[in-house]
DNA sequence: CTATGTGAACAGCTTCACAGCG
DNA sequence: CGCTGTGAAGCTGTTCACATAG
């Protein structure tokens, strides 16, 4: 039987493993043991038997695990199986980059729609994706509700992102990946992932601080 | 005295503590409590007590903390009271919107140059950005010696990723913010951070699979 | 003999509860 | 009183060690 409750840190790493596999699948490699998939990331081989038998008994003693099956398996959990349509909310610097970024459109996730709610904006082709046009953000509604939009992705000033974020929410839109540096107030059924590059640029900051200088540590 | 080892999930909230005290700071709040910082981001009193005691005694008893002196006391812990010179690898979609995107620039980083192996692409002066010219891979070690370049924005395809890294290790860069969608090999004093849009997308992707109850429940 | 799946031991982070100071 | 700083308790996630299967 399946445990209840799955730590978050094990989902995230699911989609490690699922980087790797498919390069192993790539290189036509049959099968993969857990130390194998776990020395590439830096995990224990118990790390990620424990991850994967969260979801199920997909390995095979003596052998390890198929790795054209668990790419299968990996992607049914994480709901990659099926494509989710995603839509772009900011066609600023960010949102251009973005969209014309292909990074994420062969993995189960296609970009069909940008919002924007500046008038000049709204009509502009953005140039390197596929001929995708700026639209105003009363066309929410319908991309949920006629075009199968679930996901957004918010990349608009932090001075307004609350206030697009209540929009997409109240189009109906239950995943939103936060590229503002504002903490995102929302209901419990709305997803948010938060990617701050401030954030993470200020923790390199920190280890490199601490590595590279004392010259002024601090108190006594 | 304070603790030799502070947790890392510590260092990433102080990012987000600043965040807050600095929006408090522009609507001239003099005090704030570890009760209000803590409601804002969902996380108890203790926890924002635990966090900034890791690093001193900088509350008042009776009053809280006086916005002002905790900006200035997080900003010499995380290493934005100086600002970092950042150079940016990989001109490519991502690159040239992370470029043009000012996000970070006022929060204690500055880019100051821009990189690209590609023969095309070198020359060419970026827009939006202060007239930034594409250099050769080759001007890394000058930037580092020369210019007290520290930190580099990793934004090029998966496929060179790690062959460019090891060249700016070389070069003596010690800390990598990394988009692309792999796992950096790098030696203990090098940090890196990765932005993985693939898996922001994927863990969105599972709490939607689960939250909106579906047909094919799972296995067996 | 190899490699998985898993309860038990362990470690690390968070919350609690209270002493102490303004 | 209000609010911080902090040992102690509690909880969550990771590692260990072994039974089990091929």
Chains 1, 2 share one sequence.
Not at 141 to 161: F, K, S, T, W
Not at 181 to 191: A, C, K, R, S, T
Not at 212 to 217: G, K, L, M, R, Y
Request: net charge negative; glycine share 8%; charged share 20%.
């Amino acid at each position: 039987m399946k445990p209840s409750h799955i730590p978050a840190p094990a989902i995230k790493r699911l989609s490690l493993y699922l980087r790797h596999l498919e390069a192993c699948h790539a290189r036509a490699e049959q099968t993969i043991s857990s130390r194998q998939l776990g020395e590439t990331l830096n995990l224990t081989d118990a790390q990620v038997r424990k991850d994967l038998a969260y979801f199920g008994p997909f390995g095979h003693p003596g052998i390890g695990y198929r790795v054209k099956d668990l790419i299968a398996q990996i992607r049914r959990i994480l709901g990659t199986d099926r494509t989710w349509k995603v839509v772009l909310v900011g066609a600023g610097n960010l949102g251009r980059a973005l969209a014309a970024y292909r990074g994420f459109v062969a993995k189960g996730f296609e970009l069909v729609a940008v919002v924007d709610s500046d008038e000049a904006k709204i009509g502009q082709t953005l140039p390197g994706s596929d001929s995708l046009t700026v639209l105003p953000p009363s066309a929410l509604p319908d991309l949920v509700e006629h075009d199968g939009v679930r996901m957004g992705i918010l990349a608009v000033p932090a001075a307004c992102a609350q206030q697009v974020a209540d929009q997409m929410i109240a189009a109906g839109i239950k995943g939103i990946l936060n590229f503002a540096p504002v903490m995102l107030n929302v209901p419990d059924d709305v997803g948010v992932a938060g990617v701050d590059l401030a954030v993470h640029l200020e923790q390199l900051s920190f280890r490199l601080r601490v590595a590279s200088d004392e010259d002024a540590p601090d108190d006594s």
